[in-house]
């Protein structure tokens, strides 16, 4: 009987297992490729903040906003790019977010800025984490369906609750002290902006690092293949309710800024419309890749302005026509876009 | 003291398992001694596949009891049983592919013995590769991809399903060797659940042959490899043709 045929090759010795060893350097090399395209908008979008702050005073205060909007659209994309969580709901966690600095501004005379952000970030995990043990529990259009049933709720809530929020009339008189007790908000809005700024920075920054990190990589893993992530030991579900509590602190500390930098609050950033928004900017920018989240944010909501002042009366019908362009034209998002330009400009690669 | 006995690393107890209410496996039972390698043949059906898939606790467990080292993992999900040590990689590969090679190497991480430097020695295509997404890859480079994340995890019991299952044959060749390779320098327990009765009984001493989700033969590969004539009446027609010449 002869031996099977396969031959054993001498092989030299594995390394020497040492169980005490160096963590392997688990950040090096994650998320290579694809930063081509991020390096070109954060340049583009650092460029643009940069001119903006020397040259358009009149867009400081637009500029908050597109900011603001950047760190909402961020809280989406980790959830709906990242995880492959769905939602139709965001907006609760920005308006609450936003009612908890109001609140705490107006009823409690609580108006230190930066503490105002925390709290709006405690408040919007809490209901994040309340909520999403429920939203979880499901996916696709049961996911879509909860979060906007939740959303809806909160927003009938804060309809009817009017002695804590005023109601339709909005929370008005709100106080916001001076940031560090050294930076007055001034009424061109430079303050504001050079605030908003600093916040989003640090939100780019701890994003990028997340998904750059094997938690954020475990976050696509479970998008794409659930059962394969459980098989290799991670705990699916406490995975996925955590980036959801994330997610809201987020978009809580989003609607905060937008609270602090208009001081007021009203009913709109509790409305359906807004948590749309968010979604179609994520869309528009290339789901699943935080620069396009926030190109997409600065997109929409440059079109937005530009095109309300232009035809104030059918504005939103340009908004969609530009859209369905965009969407035609460029399937993966306006990153997607981005790195078609891109990979044009480059000679062709020999493998 | 307890007796700690570690001789047996994974233990199956009167195991009865299957999809819903359908039962694949009945009644089957084994032991797996640490460091300890085994080959699992048998036709097309008879619950390899669904076997391992039991193990993990991806079935429905009816009866039995499934053992790791002293715990008992029959009522564990999935996920705790990869932290307890089992490591699984799947007929199907399931690379993740929008993560790099790279990324899907530690994504599921977990200290040990194993490192990427040490996944990268054992197949330095990846390392060639690392950059490149999983969507990216040749069917033989998902398969070293699915071996090294598994091994990455750390495990104690390594889970192979039909890992050459279509390879090209010079690319089967190749992954053998490093099979081979993981067999004689690694302490792991290692199961394969094979087609090709010649790969499977040359890769292991220990050889178990399923049929109608039982065990028909566990003992020695070599009996089976001088004995090709009960091989095939274990295995059919076409389970031994890999040894009849």
Redesign the interface.
């Known amino acids: 009987m002869p031996r099977p045929t396969v031959r054993v090759e001498p092989v030299k010795r594995l390394s020497v297992p040492h169980p005490g060893a160096a963590a392997p350097s688990t950040w090096r090399g994650l998320a290579m490729g694809r930063t081509g395209s991020d390096l070109a908008i954060a340049i583009l979008l650092g460029l643009g903040a940069l001119a903006t702050l020397a040259f358009g005073e009149s867009y400081w205060l637009l500029g908050s906003q597109v900011a603001i909007t950047m760190i909402f659209a961020l809280s989406v994309d980790l959830l709906v790019g990242f995880a492959g969580i769905v939602t139709l709901g965001h907006a609760v966690f920005f308006g609450v977010g936003a009612y908890s600095v109001g609140i705490a501004s107006v009823r409690l005379g609580w108006t230190e800025p930066l503490l105002g952000l925390l709290l709006a970030a405690a408040v919007a995990a809490l209901l994040g984490a309340a909520t999403g043990v429920l939203v979880l529990r499901t996916r696709g259009l049961g996911q879509l369906m909860l979060t906007m049933a939740f959303a809806s709720m909160v927003y009938e809530i804060a309809n009817r609750a009017k002695p804590l929020t005023g109601g339709a009339d909005g929370l008005q008189g709100m106080v916001v002290s001076p940031i560090l007790g050294l930076f007055d908000f001034d009424i061109f809005g430079l303050t504001a902006f050079l605030y908003t700024l600093a916040v989003l920075a640090a939100v780019v920054v701890f994003a990028v690092l997340m998904t750059r990190s094997p938690y954020g990589r475990s976050l696509v893993g479970i998008r794409e293949n659930r059962v394969r992530m459980q098989a290799i030991g991670t705990g699916v579900q406490k995975r996925l309710l955590s980036v959801y509590t994330l997610s809201a602190a987020l978009a809580g500390i989003a609607g905060a800024l937008l609270a602090q930098t208009s001081q007021f609050v009203g009913l709109n950033v509790l409305h359906f419309s807004l948590s749309g928004e968010i979604l179609i900017i994520v869309a528009l920018g290339g789901a699943g890749r935080l620069w396009g989240a926030l190109l997409g944010a600065v997109v929409f909501t440059l079109f937005k302005d530009r095109l309300s002042a232009l035809d104030p009366a059918y504005w939103y019908f340009w908004l969609g026509l530009l859209l369905a362009v965009i969407v035609l034209f460029a399937p993966k998002g306006l990153i997607g876009l981005v790195d078609r330009l891109l990979a044009a400009g480059r000679p062709k690669e020999t493998a | 003291m307890p007796d700690t006995r570690t001789d047996s690393t994974l233990s199956l107890t009167n195991v009865r398992a299957g999809y819903g209410a359908t039962v694949v496996l009945e009644d089957l039972s084994f032991d797996l001694a640490d460091g300890e390698k085994l080959s699992i043949i048998g036709r097309n059906g008879v619950g390899k596949t669904t076997l391992l898939a039991t193990i993990?606790g991806?079935t429905r467990l009816h009866a039995g009891r499934i053992g790791l080292g002293a715990l008992d993992i029959a009522a564990l999900?999935?996920?705790r049983r990869?932290?307890a040590g089992l490591?699984?990689v799947?007929q199907q590969r399931?690379i993740?592919?929008?993560?790099?090679v790279?990324?899907n190497l530690?994504?599921?991480?977990?200290?040990?013995?194993?490192?990427?430097?040490?996944v990268y020695?054992?197949f330095p295509r990846l390392q060639q590769r690392?950059?490149n997404?999983g969507n990216q890859l040749s069917g033989g480079e998902q398969q070293m991809l699915a071996f090294g994340?598994?091994l990455l995890?750390n495990p104690r019991v390594l889970l192979l399903d039909e890992p050459f299952e279509g390879l090209a044959p010079v690319i089967v060749?190749q992954l053998?060797?490093a099979l081979?390779?993981l067999r004689?320098?690694?302490r792991l327990s290692i199961i394969m659940v094979e087609q090709h009765a010649?790969?499977a009984?040359?890769f292991a001493p220990r050889t178990m042959v399923m049929s109608r989700g039982r065990v028909a033969f566990d003992g020695a590969s070599r009996t089976l490899?001088?004995d090709?004539a009960r091989l095939d009446a274990l295995c059919g027609i076409g389970g031994g043709i890999?040894?009849a010449h």
């Open positions: 993990m991806l999900r999935p996920n990869a932290h490591g699984f799947p399931e993740f592919p929008s993560l790099t790279e990324e530690l994504v599921g991480l977990r200290p040990g013995g194993w490192t990427l430097e040490r020695d054992l690392r950059t997404m994340r598994a995890t060749e053998f060797q081979l390779r004689d320098e690694s010649k790969l009984l040359a490899i001088d090709p890999g040894v």
